[in-house]
Structure formats: C-alpha cells, structure tokens
C-alpha cells in the first residue's frame, strides 16, 4: 500500500515546496490524473477551483470525485486519488453515505495510491477519531478507510496555546493535545501521531517515514515521544 | 427553567471567586446537596475529590450521581444539578447508556437548578455538536439535554491560536473557532454563542444574562456580534 499522509497548514513558500515536492515523488511521472475528494467543505467546485488556483495540485490534472455520475466508479478508474482537508465529521458522513468505504480499501490494497491532508489524513486511519475538528453533522458511524494501523492527529502541537487581545499574548486553558490524546488512550489502545503542521507520514513497503517536520508519538502506557524529521518510525509504531 | 452554563477555564483566583459567587447567587441558601455528573471524565471518583480540594463546589455538598445504585432515581431525588467538564463525547454517551435525556428535561423544566461548566455546558445545549472536544467515543446520538434554544461553544477566542517554541511564539493554521462555527451553520441554523473562559451564560424566567466574561455571538445570514459582560442576551439570541 503507497499512502502519504500531510498534517496541513501549508501557508509558507517553504512548505508549498514540500508539497508540490512531495507529491511528484509520490505519485511520480506515470500519473496525469489525481480523483480530489473535496466531502470535507461544503462548496465542491469552490474547493478543486481554490486548490488549483492555490497551486496545491503538485502540477498534476485535478478531477473532482463529485463532477462523474458516480463516485464508487470515479474511484475504480482513478489513476490515483487525493482527499482533501476541511471537516472530518462532515468527509466520513459523505464517504459513508457514497458507499465508499470497502472500494477504497481495495484499491488502495491493490495499489491506489492515496494522498490525504488533515481531514483527508484522519479519515486514512481505522477511525477519525483523532480529528480536531468540531461535530457539524452525526455521521453513521466514525470507522474510516484504515489503510494505516495507527492514528495521526493533525495540525499537532505540544503545550498550551495564546490568543491575542490586541497585541498582548494570552494562556487559553482549554484541553491541550496531550490532553486530548490522553483522554483517547482512556478508551482506545492504537498509537497516535501527533504531526506537525508542514509534516508528512509516507507509508510504503510496509515502512513510515516522517518528513518535513516533526511528530510526537502517543503509546498506551508509554511516555510521548518526539520524532525528527527524516526518521523512519516503523519500528516506534510497533512499542 | 433556571440554567446556569460556564465556559470553563477557571485558573485564576478571581474566576475562582466568581464561579463561587455565580453558585450561591444561583443555587441559593435553601439547597444543600447538588447532585455532581462526573461522567465526562474516566475516573469519577477522583473527579469529585479534586471537585471539592479544588474549591470548585461553591461552598455544597456535591455528591457523585455514580454513587448511587440507579442514575435515574438520584436525578429524580436532587435538589439541583451541576455536570462537570471533560470529554462531551464520552459525557453524552453515558447520558444516553443511562437513559437521562428525558428525565433531565423533565426535571429541569419542573424546577430543577441545572448547573453546567465546558462538556456540561455543551449537553444542556439542542445537541453536543458546537463541542471542542475529540471525538474518543462513538456515542448512540448527538441530541443532548435541549434545555437552551441555542448552542453553547465553550472556551471560546476570536481569531488564530499561538504556540509557543522556547520563548518564541509560533502562528497556528488550523482553523479557527469562527471557521467551525461557520461550518457548523452550513448544516444546522441554531444560534451559537462562543463563550470566552471564565464567562457564564444565566438562564432564568426566559431570560439570558451574560456574566463575568464575554462572548461572541453567531446567528445565519447575519455578522458576529461581541457581547458584553452584563448584557441581556435574551433578543440578539432570536434574530
């Protein structure tokens, strides 16, 4: 299975290079076309026109899961596919409803190469448990593709977060991340990877690699553990 | 109906205060008991201890409704009610297992003090979809108490978060609270009030007043509006 899986937060020059960078080694010269799955926003055709116009499709021909008759077909003739960020709650509730769940663990089994970002990450997972996103709609159900044995919670960072009053920065005592994943480990026993925006997990071969940016690994029972960039995590993932 | 919804976030000795006051201006001098819902954490009982260490019981007696043999019959005996903060997923989930949404609406429309701080806050909302909280548990439904006509969103901020790398403070880019709340009026209509930390919403004789903090205030089709501590909110929340 060929899975790479990005965090999000692509708003510097640097990190739109990762991307475009990225996704050229990923899916290589072979491929022209990638099948985009835009169930995370609300608008389709805004969303594919905002990621070619935004340069996020690495220079490869975009077509909308949304724009064929039918999605469960679009996806078995796809050359590749690409399932975008926005809202989890809202992506899993449309995948469930198109019936895309199995297709998609079969061909990507079979070698379909899948590139999610945040939504698109989480929903790559056995669940889409360790989302950050807000509940918009009751889906029938949080089981996901699970085409990787761990989850990635995105856009992670450790600690607390500040907001600005003006121009003073101010400590916001929500639940922080390591809470969060905590609090998961509580019900759910599969590692989680905390990944930093700009950051990609490669999966291939049966092997993880963690690029252009950090992660912090959760295991059951074990202390957080922060991974460098460039460091295959295989091995971590397993205990 | 009398409801009194904090936002949560009480780390400083004045909010402390403030919670304490809020309480036995709300509660009143003739309750005594107030029957504690420690179901959004996993350890109750260390829940409640810290509860009380932690001055957080206003000067009651709070007793855990998970020490009682039936969970129905001990909301049906209490003088009043106050569900704690935590995970809103799991806090729903076991409302539901123990077959409280009825009676609590019941209870609470007859005369029963409702008390909820941050998860506790969400639940007494139409439904826990305005949570910030990850999803760590797949609960039977969304639907909550429904004892306000409009949706709490706890420990709310306007605008991007900061973390902090060393002493440097490092822009976020997931989204923001104004993104999810806007996602969430793509699919459902119901007002929602971002309540910031340390705020309280109090909810008496159909009226609403906005104590101790402020709040942001998000109806359909029209602009956000900043409301003030002190404010009756009442007319803004209906259009």
Redesign the interface.
């Known amino acids: 299975m060929r899975v790479l899986l990005g965090s ?2 692509f ?1 510097s020059e640097q990190r739109r290079e990762n991307l475009r960078d990225e996704m050229q080694d990923f899916f290589g010269p072979s491929v022209s076309t990638i099948l985009f799955i835009p169930y995370a926003l ?1 608008d389709y055709d805004a969303y594919l026109a905002a990621m070619k116009q935004n340069g996020f499709d690495g220079g490869y021909e975009l077509v909308g899961i949304h724009e064929f008759p039918n999605a469960k077909k679009a996806l078995e003739q796809a050359e590749a596919v690409y399932v975008g960020g ?2 989890s709650f ?1 992506l899993i509730d449309t995948i469930h409803t198109e019936g895309l769940i199995e297709p998609m663990r079969d061909l990507v089994k079979a070698g379909l190469p899948y590139m999610g970002v945040s939504a698109g990450t989480n929903v790559a997972c056995p669940s ?11 889906p029938p ?2 089981e996901s593709f699970g085409l990787v044995p761990y989850q990635v919670n995105a ?1 992670y ?8 009053h003006g121009e003073e ?1 101010v400590e ?4 922080t991340r390591q809470d ?2 905590r ?2 480990h ?3 026993a599969l590692p989680v990877v905390g990944l930093e ?1 700009g950051a990609f997990l490669r999966n291939e071969n049966g092997r993880v690699l963690l690029k252009h940016g950090s992660a912090t690994l959760f295991r059951v029972g074990l202390d957080e553990k922060v991974l460098d960039s460039g460091f295959d995590i295989t091995a971590a993932l397993k205990g």
């Open positions: 999000g937060g708003r609300h926005g809202n809202r889409m448990m360790t989302t950050n996103d807000m509940p918009i709609v009751f159900s949080f856009h960072y450790g600690g607390q977060i500040w907001v600005k920065f916001h005592f929500g639940e969060r994943i609090e998961f509580e019900m759910n925006e």
